[in-house]
T-cell receptor, first 114, second 112 residues
Framework: DVKVTQSSRYLVKRTGEKVFLECVQD?????MFWYRQDPGLGLRLIYF???????EKGDIPEGYSVSREKKERFSLILESASTNQTSMYLC?????????????FGQGTRLTVV | TQLLEQSPQFLSIQEGENLTVYCNSS?????LQWYRQEPGEGPVLLVT???GGEVKKLKRLTFQFGDARKDSSLHITAAQPGDTGLYLC????????????WGLGTSLAVNP
């Protein structure tokens, strides 16, 4: 069974903390994505990666960075967490970025910044 | 500007009723996908449509891609409580400026 695993289901962090969200996929997919999902705003792309050590900014990259040192792992980093980063974070992977392929999602990490 | 308009935003119906959810745009899409997201989970792919006018059926769910590939619909017949969830459309915009674009979703509640 294909799987995208996010390291935490729930996280509570303090304002100003550095936060790491980890995502691992076991499908040997080239492409990995980080989204945040907020009520009324849908899924918004933060960053994506189409290869190891490669990354591209999505629609809302400000306040975030990413790391992809291995093909199966894609990390999202909040350099200095702020309350407006409280959200549901979803990681996804797919075989191809701009072709018709299925995206597989993790279960999400609900992050609360206090 | 929302490039992929999804409607309705919320829908609450009784078990056994039929419903239709729409995704509309002024842009042309190479393909369009429908996902369902259950509470506390990530979205899961239901279907991909790629040809204008295409109709696909998945048990009680019928998906249609518009002839001009600018819109799509999802029709559920005899809805069941297990259909409850957030339905999302994802389009791959055609042309030189290709981009994946998500609709905002339709939250469906089917009451027993």
């Amino acid at each position: 069974d294909v799987k995208v695993t996010q390291s935490s289901r729930y996280l509570v962090k303090r304002t100003g903390e550095k936060v790491f969200l980890e995502c691992v996929q076991d499908m040997d997919h080239e492409n990995m994505f980080w989204y945040r999902q907020d009520p009324g705003l849908g899924l918004r792309l933060i960053y994506f990666s189409y290869d190891v050590k490669m990354k591209e900014k999505g629609d809302i990259p400000e306040g975030y960075s990413v790391s992809r040192e291995k093909k199966e792992r894609f990390s999202l980093i909040l350099e200095s967490a702020s309350t407006n980063q409280t959200s549901m974070y979803l990681c996804a992977s797919s075989l191809a970025r701009l072709r018709v392929t299925e995206a597989f999602f993790g279960q999400g990490t609900r992050l609360t910044v206090v | 500007t929302q490039l992929l308009e999804q409607s309705p935003q919320f829908l609450s119906i009784q078990e056994g009723e039929n419903l239709t959810v729409y995704c509309n745009s002024s842009s042309v899409f190479s393909s369009l996908q429908w996902y369902r997201q259950e509470p506390g989970e990530g979205p899961v792919l239901l279907v991909t449509v790629v040809t204008g006018g295409e109709v696909k059926k998945l048990k009680r769910l019928t998906f249609q891609f518009g002839d001009a590939r600018k819109d799509s619909s999802l029709h559920i017949t005899a809805a069941q409580p297990g259909d409850t969830g957030l339905y999302l459309c994802l389009g791959l915009r055609a042309g030189n400026n290709r981009k994946l674009i998500w609709g905002l979703g339709t939250s469906l509640a089917v009451n027993p």
